[in-house]
């Protein structure tokens, strides 16, 4: 079982800014604390990630995912599909992006996580929900 996970915030600095730090996915162990390594596995002809083996570690939600990115509607959607997992079975994420001013940047992130396991579905929602939350800010505490 899974449910989709949804925030927006409005971060404080240029379109372009929460571009290049969203968009730099090997840079994420930086700054995620939720993203411990990511492994690049496959660039397209723009130099863009479209594979790459993360490790993760959000509180329940630890695993070693390859992730597929999807940069067909890039630069306002970023999203991304689980290739393989040790214990997740779904990991499906988009960020969507959309200026509202020269300073100021909407994220919306979508995230949906099942697991092989039996967890309860409404522990899966609140870590899903903490994982958006905490990306969220720190791609703000990032970029500002």
């Known amino acids: 079982m ?6 927006t915030v409005i971060i404080d600095a240029p379109l372009a800014d929460v571009e ?7 840079a994420y162990p930086d700054w ?8 690049v596995i496959e660039r397209d002809d ?6 790459a083996k993360l490790a993760i570690d959000a509180g329940i939600m630890k695993d070693h ?5 999807d940069w067909s509607a890039a630069p306002s959607v970023l999203s991304f599909s689980m290739d393989d997992a040790d214990l997740l079975t779904q990991m499906d994420g ?3 992006l959309k200026a509202i ?7 919306t992130y979508e995230l949906t996580v099942a697991v092989s396991l039996p967890v309860p579905a409404m522990m899966i929602t609140k870590a899903q929900k903490q ?10 505490e990032r970029v500002s």
């Open 20 to 26: 290049a730090a969203l968009f730099a996915i090997d």
């Open 131 to 140: 994982t958006i939350d905490a990306a969220l800010k720190e791609l703000a």
């Open 65 to 69: 995912v390859t992730l597929d990115y």
């Open 32 to 39: 995620l604390t939720s993203i411990k390594k990511v492994d």
């Open 101 to 107: 001013d020269a300073d100021s940047t909407q994220v």
């Open 46 to 51: 723009e130099d863009r990630i479209t594979k």
């Open 2 to 7: 899974s449910d989709q996970s949804v925030s």
């Open 94 to 96: 988009t960020y969507t």
